[in-house]
């Protein structure tokens, strides 16, 4: 497996590095975002609309894909990329966070997790290994490891005992991958997709000893990729900013890096000046559907009644379909009558705000003035205040 | 008022027409279909969606917009193709059809009708002055006269009350519309659109001798177009179709013929030989949130469960994006999954098929081949049976 999967830095800057991810449904440009679209569909854009936005790639979630279609029949109709039609590069989350918060319907013993699923009620178990075999049958181009996401906050004994859990369900995550990868009929299924890599999880809370114990034992593993998980679930962003870099720099340099599920956009840029090279996160598409829109000035609510009569757009700088099509009036008036096309309307402009900020980003660091765009950006965006309106 | 507004028949086949309809904001071909946006929004597809199927003009509903966001407030904005970011011809229904189906809400006297807004419970009033001015300030290119539409079945006489009615109220709103285009000073607000025609409505049920009074006395008041109301609300279609082909023969040539809210695609047919010229329906946008959609066949159910590992696209022979680009098997899931997408790619699809449904038919006319069109559309489409499939 792995063939035709590669990544390399080409570009530093700081800590911030600008690479190409290659994969066998084509290149990824990073510092990435890629929307989320859980089910199979970033909600509320299309796949075109996705593309047009300069999309390189979407996440989508093993474990919902699994419950709902199924992976056998994802599979019978030839792996994801075909099922849903969709054929850039995509990234597999393997479920361990959703079934993590299942909390009261999920027990964990050593050799996986049963859980209730959300849609029927009925029992279902994962297992480092099922988690690998569904990844497998879907065949999107990233397959993650099946980890244990910790919560915050943990005592530092709690935090040990599930990273090393982690490890260990990494190790027969990945001896999975390889023994299907040696050979396919290994695979009660069928492998979709031959290219795949499947990335390793580094966990262990906000403790640093942990972090650097699960680094060095993840990467031994010999993953195509390390993702960082167990941020962005509660900590302060500062404590998140320091185990970003913390990491980082224990990771090999030649290796791809994606933090999981983060964030705000001034996150972004503080993680990429960390070494962060891919993201994913579903605040831009969320938040668009609440009616919160992202720009230069930080999130604007636009449902808020100062807008009913505003004719400008979201964000006069912004080149998006909504922002030179539409305004804050209408898009006020969409969002309080309920109307789907808000939605859309909302995700688009934000998912144009998380690409382009992550395309300024890239190019920042490939002319070498990253400093300078890390100060700009925060100079305007504010995610506590009410965004200071006035600089447009 | 109505500078810029004018139509021409262009060729005919049989009782067919193509024609031109020339607005304010451009040239709607008919025989022509306008997609409902009710509320300044067609349901889960961008404008730029519409625009890239072929839509030449969408419906809006004065009502709706009167109670939210409130004409004043689109007149201040410039009106509602600048309010909407929709620069192509619109029409606006005067909601008479909603007010009416309140039932239980208004009360009718011979001035106009109170009734309770379906929002929020306040009292509201329309006549068919006030109806003119909402619509004059909200400057779509074609307003629709206040009518009273009779509902199906209903006795002779109240029908011909009802009629009456409407003809009385079609004269105060064809007054006010003509002093205000005398003197936008009349106006309590602004005139945003100078170009707006008005169009009046032929009722009478399902009564010929009372339709024909009703097209003889509301064409005697000048209308720049005549539609036919009172239809497609619970009549057969045989009477349906009888009552579209004795109006349209008591109707001037030279004015574009509007069959408000109708249909089913065989109905857009075979009112087209009848000599209909303009369509508007929900059915292609609500019914594909509800998971029909419309194929060469018939109505298809994608929520089926046959349709679960289907390959195919839902109509093999159609170009639209979804047809194009994804499977029965992916579009039964997401509808099955509630994702928002399912709604947005069925809709894309059924507004599709009414537009190429419509384009053919023009050719058709243009090149005199109606009736063979016509002939070779019945014979796969079937409303009534499950589509037969075996076609594709």
């Known amino acids: 497996m792995s063939e035709g999967f590669s990544f390399r830095v080409t570009h530093r800057d700081g800590g911030a590095r600008a690479g190409e991810l290659q994969t066998p449904h084509g290149l ?27 999309a390189e790639m979407i996440l989508t979630n093993a474990y919902h894909l699994h419950l709902r279609p199924g992976a056998a029949l994802v599979a019978r109709a030839g792996g994801l990329h075909r099922f849903i039609g969709w054929d850039r590069p995509i990234l597999t989350d393997s479920g361990g966070y959703q ?20 849609l029927d009620g009925r029992l279902q178990r994962l297992t480092p290994e099922s988690a690998t075999d569904i990844q497998v049958q879907l065949g999107a181009d990233i397959a993650m490891v099946f980890d244990e996401c910790t ?5 530092e004994d709690q935090a040990r005992d599930s990273m090393e859990r982690t490890v260990r369900w990494a190790h027969r995550g990945r001896e999975r991958f390889l023994a299907i990868a040696g050979d396919p009929c290994a695979l009660d299924g069928e492998v979709t997709n031959p290219g795949q890599a499947q990335f390793g999880i580094v966990q262990g809370s906000v403790y640093g000893r942990l972090r650097e114990q ?36 224990m990771l090999p340099d030649d290796r791809v890096r994606y933090l999981m599920g983060t964030g705000m956009p001034d996150d972004l ?9 891919l993201f994913d996160c579903v605040l831009p598409t ?10 230069r000035a930080g999130p604007l609510s636009i449902k808020q009644a100062r807008f009913a009569e505003d004719p400008r757009p979201p964000d006069p700088d912004c080149g998006c379909y909504t922002c030179r ?19 859309t309307l909302n995700t688009l402009h934000n998912i144009h705000f998380y690409l382009d900020t992550m395309r300024r980003m890239r190019e920042a ?26 600089i447009f």
Chains 1, 2 share one sequence.
């Open 28 to 54: 990824v440009r990073t510092p990435a975002f890629a929307p989320v679209g859980t089910r199979g569909a970033v909600k509320a854009v299309t796949h075109r609309d996705l593309l047009g936005l300069g």
């Open 286 to 295: 969320r938040n668009a559907r609440n009616g919160q829109l992202f720009t």
């Open 269 to 277: 840029v503080e993680c990429v000046a960390r070494g962060v090279d």
């Open 214 to 249: 699960s680094a060095r034992d993840t990467v031994a593993l010999g993953f195509e990729g390390i993702a960082i998980g167990g941020l962005s679930v509660g900590e302060p962003v500062e404590v998140m900013y320091d185990v970003v870099a913390a990491t980082t720099v």
């Open 365 to 390: 660091v490939v002319v070498g003035s990253f400093e300078t765009f890390r100060q700009r950006f925060h100079e305007t965006f504010s995610r506590h205040r009410r965004p200071p309106l006035d």
């Open 325 to 343: 099509r539409f305004s804050r009036a209408y898009l006020r008036y969409l969002f309080v009558a309920g109307e789907m096309m808000a939605g």
């Open 151 to 155: 919560s915050y906050p943990v005592s």
């Open 99 to 118: 079934v993590f918060s299942l909390r009261d319907r999920r027990t964990i013993d050593e050799d996986g997790v049963s859980f209730r699923s959300h």
